[in-house]
């Protein structure tokens, strides 16, 4: 059963929202964040961000340069 508002994200057993692993590769993000090479991983994003969610690595990666 889905469980609404999760964002594609799932529920551990102690009720924890799972994050997306740090070496998932940028070019496997359901939507790509275009400041940042296919290959690059989400680690090295939230390392070059700060920050820890994809939506909030995404809005700090808008206001970066390339």
Request: charged share 35%; no cysteine.
């Given at each position: 059963?889905?469980?609404?508002?999760?964002?594609?994200?799932?529920?551990?057993?102690?009720?924890?929202?799972?994050?997306?692993?740090?070496?998932?590769?940028?070019?496997?993000?359901?939507?790509p964040?275009?400041?940042f090479?296919?290959?690059?991983?989400?680690?090295?994003?939230?390392?070059?961000t700060?920050?820890?969610?994809?939506?909030?690595?995404?809005?700090?990666?808008?206001k970066?340069?390339?």
């Amino acid at each position: 059963m889905k469980e609404p508002g999760l964002d594609g994200r799932h529920r551990a057993k102690n009720g924890e929202i799972q994050r997306k692993r740090s070496d998932t590769l940028n070019k496997n993000l359901s939507k790509p964040i275009p400041q940042f090479s296919p290959n690059t991983t989400l680690g090295k994003m939230r390392a070059r961000t700060g920050k820890i969610s994809e939506a909030d690595v995404r809005r700090a990666a808008a206001k970066l340069k390339k």
